[in-house]
């Protein structure tokens, strides 16, 4: 019996002192977010590419991880995906949007990878690394770009 006490106290401490090591641990959630942790929320983002019009677009980053992108694109549906912190400010994700011929046929897909900086105001970001992949019907890809630019403004809570 007390073998067995002395046995759980122990787990007990490690776990808690194990708890008490991971990065953040300890800190409430208003420290988490003013030191630039976390993403989730929406988001007005103007996409600019070379030699292209820029783009006006809507994002939502869930708590959980994932991502919806809206975009005024014809033949494209809402982009899914998936979002993760990387460093401090910076996080990495990833999102897919079904492309449509003008016909309405499935014509493949466009996949888009970045890596994202958060100001230190936390309320506007700039995409650092973007990189889209486009891929025909059957999952071949036929081109990749590297270089577009997207920045992102929080679409924050206004009085009525």
Known sequence: MVTKRILTSATLAAMMIG???????????????????QLEG???????????????ALHTYTLDGGVLVS???????????????????????TWVQLRFDEKGAFAGTTKVR?????????DEWV???VTVDVFDA????????TGPTDRGKRIRVESP
């Open 19 to 37: 708890a008490a090591s991971l990065p953040g641990a300890g800190l409430g959630v208003d420290t988490v977010r003013a030191q630039g942790q």
């Open 42 to 56: 929406a988001w007005m983002v103007t996409v600019t590419a070379p030699g292209q019009p820029p783009i006006t």
């Open 71 to 93: 975009s005024p694109l014809m033949q494209r549906s809402v982009g899914h995906g998936s979002w993760v912190r990387t460093g401090n400010r910076e996080f990495g994700r």
């Open 114 to 122: 970045s890596i994202i900086r958060l100001n230190e105001t936390l």
């Open 127 to 129: 995409g650092v690394t």
């Open 138 to 145: 059957s999952g071949k890809q036929v081109s990749s770009t």
